[in-house]
DNA sequence: CGCCACGTTGACAGTCCTCAACATGGGTGG
DNA sequence: CCACCCATGTTGAGGACTGTCAACGTGGCG
């Protein structure tokens, strides 16, 4: 229940880099657009100024407009249920595309909360579809999002289904670490951008099950870890956690 | 490790009911397409022989080319982790669509498995691509099925995360109902088509767990239970299980 | 300085997994 | 036609895991 000051976003055409200059370029949307057609892709991007930490990027039920490409910061989505609880649907990081869940939709089917002060770029999603129909390999790229977005869930699932507590923190770590890497940040050493109890809300755990599970690694010199800073010392045993058959093979 | 003798599918053109004779042409494809496209949708279709109970529609790692709306029967998907385990992503029932998960891939992320008797329209994935382009309204409602893919993925999340191997239970008994109901079946009384083990592969809990839930349930005079065949006697039990703020409300 | 949010640690209880035995039912081969 | 086998489902006992409750430590902020 964090208190969330909810500031409708004023987005506004701001000066900052266009696609062909940003840094993201190769793992965002314009990677799957022909460099001529990055232009038009640029235009229809609405660069707006920074959300700061604890604010939302939208909210459930609001009415579905834009979907967002991160450039910068820690987004977490959370599903508020019938019964009121917090369910934590993901967590995104630079270079990811959110709101694309709720293209079905005519409103938002989870909402957007900034874990760290986060730059991103909106996309009108009537501008996206038209531009979809003209670009044909947006229009199949959008669809790859998708299908990934389904593919991720059913990871987390099969996580979740492999039960032990210790295996589910291991697989997030590992996606961190893997995402990071990505962004080209540091691969093994980084700051969690999200407190255990969303870790536990995320994975279906207890916070204090994940507390315990970060502190069993450091007693096996499996991490480093000091409240949200996290040094990764044996990589491969997280990875064999989750896959003991590589470990045999 | 059901002995699955793999036959690949031999679909050709039948001569079964078109489209617009279709019993499911209010909740398959046909339904986000007017009436003077439904030729064009209808001619892409291809209807081939049925599958029996047992064999593949598609597996893992083959050439992705078709996805599949499902006339009659009942499709199982899973997927096979590195490990060699199998871990159940789906059930689906008449009237959806599957494979469109595997749409951002060259190949098939899962494997589809014939619980029952199965007879299904291929589409193939370029014919409706191109013809997405023609008829947006069928190009969003693409976009529908997946996102509602994603939303559906995030329930079974949100439901496994809540924990209690009955509230899961629960919860699969209910949407099995809702899928008979939109099949105009019988609402009360059905036939699972899935073991107790594949049961609990989706759910994530031992095979055992899921037989005691159903005698609970009977116990409790909410079911009967008859090997797979099941006479719901109290639906209210099961949705207060679930949603338990509906009933304080 | 005190308050509050967050994280850690311990004790205990409940849920669910594992192992095992047993029941049932369909299919096969004699 | 029957015996047998195998797949599937049920039930019981024991133990591991993890949720709950509670106390305590720490750091940021007014």
Same mark, same amino acid.
């Given at each position: 229940m964090e208190a969330t000051l909810y500031q409708p976003l004023k987005i506004g055409v701001g000066r900052e880099t266009h696609c062909i200059d940003c840094a993201l370029k190769l793992i965002c949307l314009?990677?799957?657009?022909?460099?001529?057609?990055?232009?038009?892709?640029?235009? /229809?991007? =609405?660069? #707006? *100024?920074?959300?700061?930490? #604890?604010?939302?990027?939208?909210?459930?039920?609001?009415p579905f407009d834009q979907v967002f490409a991160i450039r910068s910061g820690f987004i977490k989505t959370t599903e508020t249920l019938s019964n009121g609880e917090e369910q934590i649907t +993901?967590?995104?990081?630079? +270079?990811?595309? /959110?709101? =694309?869940?709720? /293209? #079905?939709?005519s409103t938002y089917a989870n909402t957007a909360f900034a874990l760290e002060k986060t730059t991103v770029c909106a996309i009108d999603h009537s501008e996206l579809k038209f531009l979809g129909q003209l670009i044909p390999s947006l229009n199949d790229h959008l669809f790859?999002?998708?299908?990934?977005?389904?593919?991720?869930?059913?990871? /987390?699932? *099969?996580?979740?289904?492999?039960?032990?507590?210790?295996?589910?923190?291991?697989? &997030?770590?590992?996606?961190?670490?893997?995402?990071y890497k990505i962004c080209h940040l540091s691969e093994d050493k980084f700051r969690l951008p999200m407190s255990r109890c969303d870790i536990?809300?995320?994975? #279906?755990?207890? &916070?204090?099950?994940?507390?315990?599970?970060?502190t069993h690694f450091q007693k096996l010199g499996v991490l480093e870890v000091n409240n949200k800073e996290i040094i990764v010392l044996n990589r491969a045993y997280l990875s064999d956690l989750i896959e003991p058959s590589k470990r045999v093979l």
């Open positions: 314009p990677s799957f657009v022909k460099a001529k057609e990055l232009s038009q892709l640029d235009a /229809i991007m =609405i660069r #707006g *100024r920074p959300i700061q930490r #604890g604010n939302l990027l939208f909210h459930q039920g609001q +993901g967590f995104y990081s630079p +270079g990811e595309i /959110i709101g =694309i869940d709720s /293209i #079905g939709n790859n999002l998708m299908s990934g977005e389904i593919r991720k869930n059913q990871r /987390i699932l *099969r996580a979740i289904s492999q039960h032990s507590a210790e295996k589910r923190v291991a697989m &997030l770590l590992l996606t961190l670490l893997e995402r536990g809300n995320y994975l #279906g755990l207890a &916070l204090e099950t994940v507390s315990r599970a970060f």
